[in-house]
């Protein structure tokens, strides 16, 4: 066996010394790796909303103003924030009363008669909600026509939202 002299035996220390510092160095700095990686999914449908208000023991006038609460579901896997200005009346259906057909002929031609607008700082209907109580501004126009007197009025609406996290 051959004997170690001094001068090996430095150049075995530097070495071990140097490749333990580069360990270590690498260990507390890390060393840049690379990847790649996918994803994947699929993107949610688009569900409409569904909303109902009764006004209860409330009854419709020319000029009246008021607040009811409107229940509003929500299907789609995401919130949404209601749209404050987009509350379109779309059809008028007028039952009872001694001249229903002549106020739902009215209403139809003015549909500005009733309107409708959910407050300023739109409520956020939860994803998934089964309903979810909303208050609603009604306005009744002062040029409600007389004919609508004693007649039951179901209005059916548009509304928008915008889906949000």
Known sequence: MRKITKRSAAIIGATVVAIGGGAAWAATNGWDIKGTGTAQGDAASIVEMEASADLGAKKVYPGLVTTVNTVVKNANDFPVNLDTTEFTPTAVVVTGGANAASCQSALSAAPNTLVASF???????????????????????????????????????????VSTV
């Open 119 to 161: 407050p300023a700082g739109a409520p956020k209907i939860v994803a998934k909600s089964p309903g979810q109580g909303v208050t609603t501004n009604i306005a009744i126009a002062k040029t409600l026509p007389q004919t609508c007197a004693g007649s039951h009025i179901k209005v059916t609406y548009t509304f928008t939202g």
